[in-house]
């Protein structure tokens, strides 16, 4: 049954995903006057956007089209946290706590300095802290450290909850349960909507934001997007004071992110919840769907919490999570048109970013949906980059 047999709308736009992506490109392609439906498998923040710590960071980014990304979407999130309709702010607790980037040793700090020098060019703030600052910013750091950089733009919000309210806050229909099995394809071969395993749903667009799974939806359509699960996991710890205030990781950190190591690699990402709890990661490996727990990377996570923070290693694990973060090869999103068929769209591969980078991606693609000119450049983004792409060539 399709979705005009059932008398329901016809949407303008199918987005194929109820993530955090997913939920901005439906936010801002309503705003630019699209009727849009929503599509999942499963329930809303049920992948990727449910397992992540919430993180908008712009301190891990080198200078380039994903640092170009989350400037904006910076300015977007605070727009969006400034919202008072009750939608967002403290809603979805937008938190501009600011992270803390710190170095074990002299060295390291000599690269954070190299680091932060080419971010300034960009907007990025970053203010040099020697060793003995630290304790300004968190009491209970650990002693002996060579110094940091202080962030004031990184922020937080709670994932799960920013997705449900962006979502709601679109109009969008959303229809949780409802796997897409194919595309619609007009007879001059352009993309008309999706079949699903409740009906088929004409559409004018299809938006892929379906994370990890988006490459099965661009074989749909013919096309190579080679994104693949990243595992990660967290610790959550039992309740607590105040005591970690900022973002804090460690200058490793931002090496583990531009690596394309398949192996288990891991650096700590320290910050506290308003509820009480701390959040301990962060870890990556490729080991595809696998979701039994590693021990070497929770046991990894747990020693460099207290590295970081020594108090922790007297504190209780209430538990962990995992999550496989949509990894493309070159670290960059693909975003923008498909590159074998007209009418399909995609918002996917940003990793362990896409929190971060969920309103630029949704303001970007709806202004290629309207065929404006976008406020941040498209063409590094472009899915057709990948066209031909062989996974022994990487």
């Given amino acids: 049954m399709s979705a005009a047999a059932s008398g329901s709308p016809t949407p303008d736009v199918v987005v194929i995903g109820a993530g955090m992506i997913g939920a ?22 049920g992948g990727t956007s449910g397992a992540g710590e919430g993180n908008l960071l712009v301190s891990d980014k080198e200078p380039g089209p994903e640092l170009d990304l989350a400037m904006r979407s910076q ?18 607790e937008f938190e501009a706590k600011g992270g803390l980037v710190v170095a074990f ?19 990025v703030v970053a203010e040099q802290v020697p060793g003995d600052r630290l304790t300004e910013y968190e009491p209970y750091i650990a002693p002996g450290l060579a110094g940091g950089f202080w962030y004031p733009q990184d922020a937080q919000v709670m994932p799960a909850l920013a997705t449900a309210r962006l979502l709601k806050a679109s109009g969008a229909r959303v229809r949780s349960g409802s796997a ?30 379906a994370g990890f799974g988006a490459a099965a939806i661009a074989a749909m359509a013919g096309s190579t997007l080679p994104v693949q699960p990243r595992r990660g996991f967290v610790l959550v710890t039992e309740p607590l004071p105040a005591m970690v205030r900022h973002k804090v990781y460690s200058a ?28 301990i990661g962060a870890s990556r490996e490729r080991v595809g769907l696998d979701r039994m727990p590693s021990y070497e990377a ?29 990894y493309l090869p070159d670290h960059l999103p693909a975003i923008g048109p ?46 057709d980059r990948f066209a031909g792409y062989e996974e022994d060539s990487q």
């Fill in 298 to 326: 929770l046991g990894r996570l747990a020693a460099q919490g207290a590295e970081l923070f020594p108090f922790l290693a007297d504190v209780k694990v209430q538990r962990y999570y995992c999550g496989f973060r949509p």
């Fill in 24 to 45: 901005a490109c439906a936010y801002y392609a309503a705003r630019a006057g699209f009727a849009v439906t929503v599509l999942d498998s499963g329930p809303v923040a």
């Fill in 105 to 123: 040793t002299a060295e390291d700090f000599e690269a954070l300095q190299g680091f932060a020098a080419t971010q300034l060019p960009s907007g």
């Fill in 180 to 209: 897409v099995t194919g595309l619609l394809v007009s007879p001059g071969g352009a993309v008309r909507g999706v079949r699903t395993t409740s009906g088929e749903i004409p559409a004018r667009f299809v938006v892929n934001a």
């Fill in 338 to 383: 498909d590159a074998t068929v007209s009418g399909l769209f995609h918002a996917c591969g940003h990793e362990g970013a896409g929190i971060g980078l969920a309103p630029a991606t949704g303001e970007l693609i709806a202004a290629l949906l309207a065929g404006q000119e976008p406020t941040v450049a498209a063409e590094p983004f472009n899915p």
């Fill in 252 to 279: 490793a950190y931002v090496a583990d992110v531009s690596s394309s190591d398949a192996a288990l690699q891991s650096s700590a990402v320290i910050e506290g919840t308003p509820s009480g709890p701390v959040l």
């Fill in 75 to 92: 300015e977007l999130w605070r727009a969006l946290a400034a919202e008072d309709d009750g939608a967002f702010g403290t809603s979805f």
